[in-house]
C-alpha cells in the first residue's frame, strides 16, 4: 500500500508484470475449477445431504425467504450487473475472440455478445459464492467448528485446523477481499462518476473520485455498524425492489420484442456452448483472460470472507434452499437482468442507431454507456437519476455485509450469539478497502479494476478447491458428519 503512494507508475508496473504471470500459468485452473464447483452444486442438491437443515433440527431462521434473497443478491454481484450490463456486450459486439469464426457488427456477434452475458454473470459465479458459503454454514452451525474461514477445511483434512493455520488462511484470505472489493468499489466509483458527469458536466478527476470513494466507503461502514438486521437487510430490501422497478421500466418501455428475442438467441447459445465456452475451448487465451478469467477471479477474491456472511444468515433453512437462494434464484434474475439490460445496448448499438454507444464506451469509458441507454427511455433524467441512486446503494449493500464478516474475523470471541466486530475495526478495513480501490482506479481505471481482480482471486483460488474437496468429503460419508439425518 506503501509502495502504492510513493510510486504510483512503478506499483501498477509491478502488479501488471504479476497478473500477466497467474494469467498464463493459471488461468486454466480457473476454467476448470469453476466449472467443478457448479456441477458440485448440481450433485448437493439432487443428494441426501439436501435435507439437512443448517443449524440443525430445531434451528429458527433469522431472515424470511425474501429477505434472504435481497441480501444474498446485493452482497454478491449487484454493483457488476450495474456497470457492465450495458457496456461488456458492445465489447463482444465489436470485437469478438479468434478462434470463433464470428465477424464482428453480425447478428452471430450479437449472440455471441448476450451468451457471454449469461455466462460471465449467471449460475458460474454464483456457484462460487455457494460452494464456499454452504460449507462454512455447515462447518460453524453444524459441525461446531470457530468462526475462521479454515473450519471450511474441517471435513476434507479431518480435524480442526490449528489456530496458527487457520489464521494464515484468514489473513490471506482477508487480502483477497480486499483486492476484489477494491476492484467492485472500483466499478461504483466509476458509475457515479459517469452519472455525475452525464447529469453535472462534472468530470471525473482524482479528487472527484477520491471524494466519491470517501462517501461510498462511509456508508457502507456505518450500515456495517449498526448490524444484520439494521442497515444491510433495510439497504438490501430497498435496493432489491430498485432493481426490479428498474428493470421492469426497461422491459416495458423499451423495445420489448427486440429484448425478448436477444434474449432467446442468446440463452440457446449459452445452453449450446456452455462446456467449452467455460473451459475456454477454441476462444482466444488473451481474450478470455482479459474476461472470463477476470470475472471467476473476481468472484473468487470475494468468495471466502462473503461466505462467512451468507453462511452465517442462513440459520434454520436447508441444503436445499441455501442453492435455491444463493444460486437458482439470484442466476435467474441476473439472466432477466442482462436479456434486458445487455439487450437494450445491442437493439441501440446494432439496429436502431439511435445512439453511438461504442464510441461513447471509446471516449468517455464503459460508466457513461448506461445512462446513453438511458437517455432512449421516457423520463430520461428520472430514471438516470434513480440509477445513479441505485449504483450508490448497491455497492454500500454489498460492501456493508463484508466488511462485517471481515471485521469479525479479525476479533476474538465471535460466536453465533455475539457476531459483530468492534466499531473501529470496522471503520479500519473499511478505509483500507477505500484507498485501494481510489489507487487502482484513479492511476489506471478500468485496467486497475482488471489487475486488483486476479489478483485477489488467485490465493482463494485454492482455497475454494479446497473447500469444495470438503463438501465432497460430506458427499461421500453423510452418516459419519450428520449422524442425526441417517440414523
Known amino acids: 500500500m506503501i509502495y502504492s503512494l510513493v ?65 444474498t443478491l446485493c452482497t454478491t454481484i449487484a454493483i457488476g450487473i450495474l456497470f457492465w450490463a450495458t457496456a461488456e456486450p458492445l465489447y463482444h459486439y465489436h470485437a469478438p475472440p479468434g478462434g470463433l469464426g464470428i465477424e464482428k457488427d453480425t447478428p452471430a456477434a450479437a449472440r455471441f455478445a448476450m451468451s457471454t452475458m449469461l455466462l460471465h454473470w449467471t449460475f458460474t459465479p454464483y456457484s462460487i459464492y455457494t460452494v464456499a458459503g454452504l460449507m462454512f454454514a455447515l462447518a460453524y452451525y453444524n459441525l461446531k467448528q470457530p468462526f475462521s474461514l479454515g473450519a471450511m477445511l474441517y471435513p476434507l483434512l479431518g480435524r480442526p485446523v490449528s489456530a496458527r493455520w487457520s489464521g494464515v488462511i484468514d489473513a490471506i484470505c482477508l487480502y483477497s477481499l480486499v483486492a476484489g472489493m477494491a476492484a467492485s ?120 470472507v462473503t461466505a462467512l456472511f451468507l453462511g452465517r444468515v442462513a440459520i434454520g433453512y436447508t441444503v436445499r434452499d441455501f442453492i435455491q437462494y444463493n444460486l437458482i434464484l439470484p442466476s435467474i434474475f441476473s439472466a432477466v437482468w442482462m436479456m434486458i439490460f445487455s439487450g437494450d445496448a445491442l437493439y ?32 430520461a433524467q428520472i430514471t438516470g437519476l434513480s440509477f445513479l441512486a441505485t449504483a450508490f446503494l448497491s455497492y454500500v449493500a454489498g460492501a456493508d455485509a463484508n466488511t462485517s464478516a471481515m471485521s469479525s474475523l479479525c476479533t476474538h470471541g465471535i460466536t453465533p450469539e455475539s457476531p459483530e466486530a468492534p466499531v473501529w475495526v470496522q471503520i479500519a478495513w473499511g478505509s483500507l478497502v477505500g484507498l485501494v480501490a481510489w489507487v487502482m482506479v484513479a492511476n489506471a481505471g478500468i485496467d486497475g479494476i482488471k489487475m486488483a481482480s486476479t489478483l485477489g482471486g488467485f490465493p482463494a483460488l485454492f482455497l475454494i478447491i479446497g473447500v469444495a474437496g470438503s463438501l465432497v468429503a460430506l458427499l461421500i460419508r453423510p452418516k459419519h458428519f450428520f449422524p442425526e439425518y441417517f440414523e
Do not use: M
Open 348 to 379: 441501440i448499438d446494432a439496429v436502431s442507431h439511435t445512439a453511438n454507444l461504442y464510441t461513447s464506451l471509446q471516449n468517455s469509458g464503459p460508466e457513461s454507456v448506461i445512462y446513453r441507454v438511458l437517455d432512449q427511455l421516457p423520463l
Open 185 to 304: 468499489l472500483g466499478a461504483g466509483i466509476l458509475t457515479v462518476s459517469g452519472g455525475l458527469h452525464q447529469f453535472f458536466g462534472i468530470s471525473g478527476t482524482p479528487l472527484l473520485l477520491f471524494g466519491i470513494t470517501v462517501l461510498i466507503v462511509g456508508s457502507f461502514v456505518l450500515s456495517a455498524i449498526t448490524g444484520l438486521l439494521n442497515g444491510i437487510r433495510i439497504l438490501s430490501n430497498i435496493n432489491t425492489y430498485a432493481f426490479f422497478v428498474l428493470a421492469v421500466f426497461v422491459l416495458v418501455f423499451g423495445p420489448t420484442r427486440h429484448l425478448l428475442q436477444f434474449g432467446w438467441e442468446g440463452t440457446v447459445d449459452y445452453v449450446t456452448t456452455f462446456f467449452p465456452r467455460s473451459l475456454g475451448l477454441g476462444v482466444e487465451k488473451k481474450w478470455a483472460d482479459s474476461w472470463t478469467i477476470f470475472y471467476w477471479a473476481n468472484w473468487l477474491a470475494w468468495t471466502p
Open 7 to 71: 510510486d504510483a507508475v512503478g506499483f501498477l508496473r509491478e502488479v501488471k508484470n504479476l497478473n500477466d504471470w497467474v494469467l498464463y500459468h493459471f488461468g486454466w485452473l480457473f476454467s476448470a475449477g469453476t466449472l467443478f464447483f457448479l456441477l458440485l452444486c448440481i450433485w448437493i442438491y439432487c443428494s441426501p445431504l439436501a435435507k439437512i437443515k443448517i443449524g440443525g433440527k430445531h434451528a429458527v431462521p433469522v431472515l424470511t425467504r425474501w429477505e434472504w434473497f435481497s441480501i
